[in-house]
Nanobody
């Protein structure tokens, strides 16, 4: 199991920005698809953004144009740059590592993002 540690959450005003980071404990990171998910109170966990091992990205419609996912394989880190934050973005954000060949699907413990004035 790969350990994933998220950081960068916090309280921000509407329209503000935050950058989340997720550091992986193993070099399999390089060959894994990485994703950011979020879960708001009373709602199911949903995909926010994903970056493949080859660098392809996809985003939820609700964050397109505002959020950017990126990865640094040398640092075994995936980032989520969040701009123009809205109260609806308030949630616990989770990092996910998915390596289908090795049947790996690991999660971090999450970091809380609160968007409020």
């Amino acid at each position: 199991q790969v350990q994933l540690v998220e950081s960068g959450g916090g309280l921000v005003q509407p329209g503000g920005s935050l950058r989340l980071s997720c550091v992986a404990s193993a070099s399999i990171f390089r060959d894994s698809d990485m994703g950011w998910y979020r879960q708001a109170p009373g709602k199911e966990r949903e995909l926010v953004a994903r970056v493949s091992s080859g660098g392809s990205t996809n985003y939820a419609d609700s964050v397109k144009g505002r959020f950017t996912i990126s990865r640094d394989n040398a640092k075994k880190t995936v980032y989520l740059q969040m701009n123009s934050l809205e109260p609806e973005d308030t949630a616990v954000y989770y990092c996910n590592l998915h390596q289908p060949v090795l049947a790996m699907n690991d999660w971090g413990k999450g970091t809380l993002v609160t968007v409020s004035s």
